[in-house]
């Protein structure tokens, strides 16, 4: 998606130990007119499938869905990270590893909101070590419902989320993928994913 | 808003403890229809004032805000309640009371993203104790920007949060107001805010 690298060219951040920043635009500070795009980009990347539900966790995720699934005209569930008293007892969990914890968090969607008549499409921020879109699937194979595919806006292409994914059968795409970061620069995969 | 009070009459659940859920439909579960005719409200109330960007705080207010945001033109910014390795050093920060926990969190918004010259509204799912919109109206004032408005979704009336509010000079506006929840069934004020 040419829009959206041209963001993150332009206003993305290059931080020491190759972190990408992007909170101008897509997670702290939103861009809600390039939200729209993405939104678009997804719809038509998934034109052609029957989806009833987006999937997301949050925090990230939760703008993008809700913006994306205005064109998808279905409704959107976030799974909750954190243990509140008002989330519902009975819930379909997943586990999340956390790399920079060194340790394992549970990711909970309600059982009211995912059945096994639903066709989920989830939507990401970022797809790097894979971790949130697995756990994401452990709710969605928990609630025995069909798990479409999974839409991420920014893959970094180097980590080894995609290649998990891909071989777990999860038709992932990305609107922009990242392969590397070189002298402060980001070098984008020319072959899109779709 | 009517659709709103049906929509809480309907999908609401109340709880042992006075708790209302409206997980179905504004914090678990998202009714996209629904929030796109509240961004409408929301524009309705505010469209003679100057808005420049909408301020909401992680979890709740980010899909509310988002959608909102499209009909105001804006950029939206979400204070984060976590300590994030990928957030700036230099924040404006807010304090926020949990009566649940009995402590002090903090919320913290780069200052990248607000300045001095902006003119913010804020717009939050709840209005219950109004802790979380003091820590956002301590943000804000932080960083020197004009605090226009508040536009929250449900405002709890027989809590305390609206009084402080209005008393501390910030114009609060709520799409629905409740006075009471008696026997199961929720008590809407009357005489809208507006």
């Known amino acids: 998606m040419e829009l ?35 939104g678009k980009e997804f ?6 499938k029957k989806i009833t539900k987006i999937l997301t966790a949050e925090v990230s995720g939760i703008a993008i869905a809700a913006i994306a699934a205005q064109y998808f005209d279905v409704p959107v569930v976030f799974a909750k990270k954190t243990e509140s008293k008002n989330l519902d007892q009975e819930t379909y969990e997943g586990s999340v590893y956390s790399y920079t914890k060194g340790k394992y968090y549970k990711i909970r969607v309600s059982k009211r909101y995912i059945s096994k008549e639903d066709h989920i499409l989830i939507i990401d921020d970022f797809l790097a070590n894979g971790q949130a879109i697995l756990g994401l699937k452990e709710v969605v194979d928990a609630s025995g419902a069909n798990l479409v595919a999974a839409g991420v806006v920014i893959e970094k292409g180097f980590q080894e989320g995609g290649k998990i994914l891909r071989e777990a059968n999860l038709e992932v795409h990305a609107l922009a993928t990242i392969d590397a970061m070189v002298n402060g620069k980001v070098v984008f995969r020319n072959h899109e994913q779709y």
């Open 4 to 38: 959206l690298k041209k963001k993150i060219i332009e206003d993305g951040r290059i931080l020491e130990g190759n972190i990408l920043k992007v909170d101008n635009f897509l997670n702290h500070q939103l861009d809600i007119g390039l939200l729209n795009e993405i």
């Open 43 to 48: 719809k038509k990347i998934f034109s052609h």
